[in-house]
């Protein structure tokens, strides 16, 4: 599997993000594996400690915000 084929999805029942491969029709994993805290961890990693306006595909604009409570 290179890169490119890795598609990112997240469960509409289990909120839980997986990564795989999808068919070519692109509406059906053909193998994917839950990478929820691994995907967590990159968030955390990326936007701690500040904040960071984003965009969707759809144009829709997002805050973001991580900080440490503890």
Request: proline share 1%; glycine share 8%.
């Amino acid at each position: 599997m290179t890169a490119q084929q890795i598609a990112l999805g997240v469960s509409p029942l289990t909120k839980t993000v997986y990564a795989g491969r999808l068919n070519k029709k692109g509406n059906m994993w053909l193998e994917k594996a839950d990478v929820s805290d691994m995907f967590m961890a990159c968030v955390i990693q990326k936007f701690e400690g500040y904040t960071e306006e984003v965009e969707d595909d759809k144009g829709n604009k997002y805050e973001i915000t991580v900080k440490k409570i503890n």
